[in-house]
């Protein structure tokens, strides 16, 4: 694991995305295509306003949605299908953006993006650690041991908490309780992943996923058994890195 400690949250965005436009390119020139993963929330500001602006034949790429919550309109602020519209599909010419359409049958639509996302070996995963550890939706104690690309998840109250404190929801009882988040499984499919986790509020789940035991309790922790990853902190996020 390559651990990058940016001075700022504009600095990691524009290291991460630097990088994976790198990853990206040369996908491109290896099979003709690439496919990628992108995840939400407000530790990809940054990375994704940089990645936007990178030189990448974006019509050659195709991505997968990494979560959304059950039973929210595309049209919510806290929509990510919203958020990736708004901060990336629209500002790029890309190939193809396979949502998860989370206001219809959940285990239809797993079903559904399971079968395709099959067909796709993603070439660069694009993520962000959780305040409680968590990879996607994937809250603990996360399933390592699915099979199943898409699963229907249970949100803790830490996460609820988070998305509160992150400002995409008035009031705590208005977070969802279920969200289909991509599965652990098929993010360590990909043959690379770029991680940018900046904020001291992560500070905890940083030291625990990348120094404590590989464990579902901490389900970012699984990111050590991966072969090619790039971890992206700034200073307050590496806070307890020592």
């Known amino acids: 694991m390559d651990i990058v400690i940016a001075n700022s949250k504009s600095e990691l965005g ?42 990448i034949e974006w019509e050659k790429v195709t991505a997968f949605h990494l979560d959304e919550y059950i039973g929210l309109s595309e049209n919510h602020p806290a929509s990510f299908r919203k958020y990736l519209k708004e901060r990336f599909v629209e500002k790029i010419s ?3 953006f396979h949502y998860i359409r989370g206001e219809t049958d959940p285990f239809a639509e797993c079903s559904r993006l399971g079968e395709i996302i099959r067909k796709y070996p993603i070439d660069v995963a694009f993520v962000g650690i959780g305040e409680n550890g968590h990879l996607a939706f994937n809250d603990p104690p996360a399933d390592f041991d699915t099979d199943d690309p898409y699963l229907i998840v249970k949100l803790d109250d830490k996460c609820r908490r988070q998305q509160l404190g992150e400002g995409w929801f008035p ?35 940083v030291k625990e996923s990348l120094k404590g035991e590989i464990t579902p309790l901490v389900p970012a922790s699984v990111l050590q058994q991966h072969k090619a990853v790039w971890m992206y902190l700034d200073k307050n996020s590496a806070k307890y890195m020592g």
């Open 14 to 55: 524009e290291k991460a995305a630097q990088t994976g436009a790198g990853l990206i390119r040369e996908a491109i020139l290896t099979n003709g295509s690439a496919n990628i993963i992108l995840a939400t929330g407000a530790s990809q500001f940054e990375m994704l306003s940089e990645l936007v602006k990178q030189d």
């Open 94 to 96: 890309l190939n193809k």
């Open 171 to 205: 009031i705590f009882d208005d977070v969802p309780e279920e969200a289909i988040s991509m599965s652990v499984k098929q993010i360590m499919k990909s043959r690379s992943i770029i991680c940018s986790v900046p904020d001291v509020r992560k500070a905890d789940a």
